[in-house]
T-cell receptor, first 114, second 117 residues
């Protein structure tokens, strides 16, 4: 069965510093990987995805993620954090089989400190 | 486009009552799904559908029913509500993954907050 692990419940970073939110996955075959963000009292919004190709994926709001097949990781990164980046971040993996079942991690709360 | 529309936004039920959470999308997406969000548990998949007439169970299907009679609608039915079903429910849809920037990307509704007393 496919699964995603987000080992940190919360990440605190100072404004202007680089940030990393960690994600590891388990899936049979080649993974489709995603990051979504949830701002307070809002629905989820898509940030970026990895399907195939370059291991470094760029997405919305200056975020990027690095796919590492040997470490089965897909960490989310941003070179310089903004206070407005404070939100709940979810990593997700999609079954590459016939059915598009998408499994989410437990989420990581990012707090950017002014 | 309205995207994914969920109704109601808020609902309070008593234990044992039944209700239906409505979900509609106007993007002609084949794939639709229901998740529940609970603190510390992330998003857990309840049921999903890859097209009209086809549904399957996710991680936590017990106590919930779904049907997909049209491409647009994917209602979630609570058969006999229990306090453990107190949660925020999200409906999401995506196009079939055949390529393009939108392929496989989920569009979420605004959520439905359910409280079971």
């Amino acid at each position: 069965a496919q699964s995603v692990a987000q080992p940190e419940d919360q990440v605190n970073v100072a404004e202007g510093n680089p940030l990393t939110v960690k994600c590891t996955y388990s899936v049979s075959g080649n993974p489709y990987l995603f990051w979504y963000v949830q701002y307070p009292n809002r629905g989820l919004q898509f940030l970026l995805k990895y399907i195939t190709g370059d291991n470094l994926v760029k997405g919305s709001y200056g975020f990027e993620a690095e796919f590492n097949k040997s470490q089965t990781s897909f960490h989310l990164k941003k070179p310089s954090a903004l206070v407005s980046d404070s939100a709940l971040y979810f990593c997700a993996v999609r079954d590459t089989g016939g059915y598009q079942k998408v499994t989410f991690g437990t989420g990581t709360k990012l707090q950017v400190i002014p | 486009n309205a995207g994914v529309t969920q109704t109601p936004k808020f609902q309070v039920l008593k234990t044992g009552q039944s209700m239906t959470l409505q979900c509609a999308q106007d993007m002609n997406h084949e794939y639709m799904s229901w998740y529940r969000q609970d603190p510390g548990m992330g998003l857990r998949l309840i049921h999903y559908s890859v097209g009209a007439g086809i549904t399957d169970q996710g991680e936590v299907p017990n106590g919930y029913n779904v049907s997909r009679s049209t491409t647009e609608d994917f209602p979630l039915r609570l058969l006999s509500a229990a306090p453990s079903q107190t949660s925020v429910y999200f409906c999401a849809s995506s196009p079939r993954g055949t390529g393009g920037s939108g392929a496989n990307v989920l569009t979420f509704g605004a959520g439905s907050r359910l409280t079971v007393l």
